[in-house]
């Protein structure tokens, strides 16, 4: 198998305090063209994990436990932050949710786009002005030349958020990482932003990282699925395997939870309780204190071990059927 | 001189909601939908129209009134966060309605009816002595929903109830508000952005655009064969949580134009992919369709001659894999022995 673009080998952190990591031996590989979407609920520890990714923890606030990043064959420890942060904004580069805070309100939106350019590209000031009028015009901007003089304030969250793109992919990124980018935009927007970032992604062949907890989203878009609770990967696998064969107890709540649009209107299923904060972790399984199937065994923490070729789900009790009719 | 700007954010809209359904209001940012809720609730007063609520009409009323009006209808907020007075215990924040419409009640009898509010919406009695920071966003939500049903009101109008919570957290809530609904007999109002959980939790919906509402009709049926272009739009936007089911998007261009500075004629006209050159000027009136349904639009029966499947496939999406684990996982937390049997949100 040829690497993949990027692979994340049981990268684990905690917070300088805190006695638990909030991250806890994530694994996950991207390969070029393809989507992994990281989906989860909130403090699930998805966006931190993407912050580890760009470089962009403060280093003393932070411990590494260990773990690997590759990318494009090159090796990096999680800890030395500083040198996965050269990489940013020109290899690698990150999205955020709220465009409007991700933008700086007091500079002119041509001058953002056109410092990262001029900043990994050792290029003109008017090369890079040119470069920011072709990506605002690439992003579906109208009338760029004129946007490019305008401040974040003048323009609308969608337009925003098509800035915040157009910023990202200036340098040509082999990684996009998005974290939540469409969570703040009403419905008609944010099907052109999701189609925007795949036709980019067609034109690039750049890997894309999408961190959301929105369930359609990553129907819509993903190739491969990384489930995250409580900084685990409790399953794992292509977007068709996750989707019509969950495993994980998490994974199958979670999505019988969401109201379809399809189908009859039945009862929603709940996930009962709700995530514990950090100090109040169940040993072992971390889902265990809100799962229905819970056991003495899942005291012990089980491994993420493959269903089928290439599906993973960390659970005693995966698949199913096979252990309730055990236990029946 | 300047003419000063005014921005109708709800322009002639009528609707009428009957006792005992959930009715909801659907739109993106800017339609207007929060600013309605606000007028039904008379926390804005109509410059022109009238609002009856029980044949009554409430727009110009005030003193005892209104008072009586404010304990017949309540309010669910969105944002459990700055909804609920951080200064205040959750015994305060339930207490104080309570006074406020049973004076009556004595001190006694006021912390019984507490506690009865907390056990209602799933919380513990003792939850009373804490504050509401102690609480994770679907708990604050639940003391915002005791402090709504502590007048006992025959409506209770929601503004993006769940949209702040977690999926997971939001399926509780959900099925929270439709079990307190039939077990009190009331009257819901829901105002969200989010279509899944209106055709879940709604009998009937108003779609609003720019101010105003452009369809409206029993859900199933709007669901199913929705009429107005902009209803298929928002409709085909939605990414659904199955996978391989490729849906034919009807884009939008553009976004809403600002609603101080409305298009003419058909609002909807400037990204409107049907838009004919007299729909910038002809102004289309909300109108009976069919099945009960009602649309402002001019060409609607053409439209659905040429896009026969605008609405969404009948059949759940979901494998039927995944409906099987659904089963499981269902049966599971029903179980009498499982921990969620009783409310496990500690």
């Known amino acids: 198998m040829a690497e993949p673009l990027l692979d994340v080998k049981n990268l684990q952190f905690r917070f300088r305090g805190q006695d638990q990591d909030v991250v806890q031996d994530v694994s996950f590989r991207v390969g070029r063209n393809e989507t992994l979407c990281i989906v989860g609920e909130s403090g699930c520890g998805k966006s931190v994990t993407a912050l580890a990714l760009m470089g962009l923890l403060p280093k003393d606030d932070v411990r590494f436990g260990g773990g690997e990043v590759r990318f494009d064959g090159e090796s990096f420890a999680p800890s030395d932050q500083g040198r996965i942060a050269q990489m940013r904004g020109d290899r690698m580069a990150m999205i955020f949710q709220e465009p409007m805070t991700s933008l700086n ?220 009719e055990r236990s029946a | 001189m300047a003419e000063t700007k005014v921005v109708r954010a709800v322009d002639g809209v009528s609707i009428e909601v009957r006792r005992g359904e959930t ?128 007048s006992n009101p025959r409506l209770v109008i929601g503004d993006e109830p769940v949209s702040a919570l977690d999926v997971s957290v939001q399926a509780q809530v959900v099925n929270l508000l439709h079990d307190l609904k039939s077990r009190f007999d009331m009257t819901l109002v829901i105002i969200a952005h989010d279509l899944a959980v209106i055709r879940h939790m709604s009998d009937r919906v108003a779609v609003m655009y720019l101010g105003q509402v452009v369809e409206s009709g029993p859900t199933d049926e709007i669901f199913a064969r929705p009429r107005h272009p902009y209803t298929m739009a928002l409709l085909s936007a939605i990414p659904e949580a199955a996978h391989g089911r490729a849906k034919t998007r009807l884009a939008l261009s553009g976004e809403t134009p600002s609603p101080a500075n409305p298009p003419s004629g058909c609002r909807f006209h400037t990204r409107c992919p049907f838009a004919r050159e007299d729909c910038a000027a002809r102004i289309p009136e909300l109108r009976p369709a069919a099945d009960e349904t009602r649309v402002a639009c001019h060409y609607w029966q053409e439209i659905a001659a040429t896009r026969p499947s605008a609405g969404l496939t009948p059949a759940d999406g979901r494998s039927e894999g995944a409906q099987r684990r659904f089963a499981l996982y269902e049966a599971a937390t029903q179980a009498p022995e499982s921990k969620t049997a009783t409310n496990a949100e500690a």
Do not use: W
């Open chain 2, 23 to 150: 009715f909801a209001i659907v739109g993106e940012s800017g339609c207007g939908k929060s600013t309605l809720a606000r007028l039904l609730m008379r926390l804005l007063e109509p410059t022109e129209g009238a609002i009856a609520f029980e044949g009554r009409d409430i727009a110009g009323i005030r003193g005892r009134d209104l008072r009586e009006l404010r304990r017949d209808m309540q309010f669910v907020f969105q944002d459990p966060f700055s909804s609920l007075n951080p200064r205040m215990s959750v015994g305060k924040l339930v207490g104080e309605p309570i006074e406020t419409h049973r004076p009556e009640l004595s001190r006694m009898q006021r912390r019984a009816e507490v506690a009865r509010l907390l056990r209602t919406v799933g919380l513990r009695p003792e939850h009373a002595d804490r504050y509401p920071h102690e609480f994770s966003g679907g708990q604050r939500q639940r003391i915002g929903i005791a402090r709504a049903l502590a």
């Open chain 1, 105 to 324: 309100p007091a500079f002119r939106i041509g001058d953002q786009i056109a410092e990262a350019v001029e900043r990994h590209r050792q290029c003109g000031r008017a090369a890079a002005r040119a470069r920011a009028l072709e990506m605002l015009a690439k992003v579906g901007i109208p009338a760029p030349e004129q946007r490019l003089d305008e401040y974040p304030h003048q323009l609308s969250g969608g337009m925003r958020q098509r800035v915040m793109i157009a910023m990202a992919l200036a340098n040509d990124p082999e990684l996009l990482i998005a974290d939540e980018p469409t969570t703040a935009l009403d419905v008609t927007v944010q099907a052109q932003i999701l189609d925007l970032i795949a036709e980019l992604q067609a034109e690039t062949g750049m890997g894309t990282i999408m961190i959301t907890h929105d369930l359609g989203v990553v129907a819509e878009i993903a190739t491969d699925v990384a489930v995250m609770y409580a900084g685990q990967v409790v399953e794992y696998g292509p977007a068709e395997a996750i989707f019509n064969d969950p495993q994980h107890p998490y994974t199958i709540g979670l999505m019988a939870s969401v109201p379809t649009l399809t189908g009859p209107r039945r009862r929603l299923s709940t996930v009962p309780g709700s995530v514990p904060s950090i100090g109040q972790m169940p040993e072992g399984c971390r889902f265990s204190s809100r799962c229905p199937f819970a056991a003495p065994v899942c005291g012990t923490r089980p491994p993420l071990r493959d269903i089928t070729p290439g599906h993973r789900a960390a659970c005693h009790f995966a698949p199913l059927e096979l252990h309730l």
